[in-house]
């Protein structure tokens, strides 16, 4: 007991718009041609001229300011900041590093600059530095 349904035909492009629409008309135009090259706007050789990006000025951030800065200056300037928060830590001796640490002077960044730098110099509770190891509560009780 199988009922199959009746197949539709496909329809034509015609047939499925709507009564009394009609399709606007274009006008193609040659893409080689003679006439086409010489449209207004267009050069007689069909090239076309891009602005050399590289000549135009950067745009400035604030009036007088000058461009603004380059991921790599960015960095730079990052780096001479920090170069100068850890200028005093490296003109300690290590007794004086170890005395700082201990009575809560010196910063987290400064710590781990230390750590990294002269990790023999830095005291060790249990394998792990001092200063990390205070903060454990295994250590603290």
Not at 92 to 99: D, F, H, N
Request: aromatic residues 6%; hydrophobic residues 30%; positive net charge.
């Amino acid at each position: 007991m199988s009922t199959t349904k009746p197949r539709r035909e496909l329809a034509t492009p015609d047939a499925r718009r709507r009564p009394g629409s009609r399709r606007p008309t274009t006008q193609r135009v040659p893409l080689f041609d003679d006439e086409a090259s010489s449209a207004p706007g267009m050069p007689a050789d069909c090239s076309r001229h891009v602005a050399d990006q590289r000549s135009a000025p950067l745009p400035e951030t604030e009036p007088g300011s000058g461009p603004p800065e380059t991921w790599w200056e960015s960095l730079q300037r990052v780096e001479r900041a920090r170069a100068g928060r850890l200028r005093s830590l490296w003109q300690m001796s290590a007794a004086e590093r170890i005395a700082a640490m201990r009575r809560g002077e010196l910063t987290y960044e400064q710590l781990a600059a230390w750590s990294a730098r002269y990790p023999d110099q830095v005291p060790r509770v249990h394998g792990e530095f001092e200063w990390i190891a205070s903060k454990l509560p295994e250590v603290c009780e």
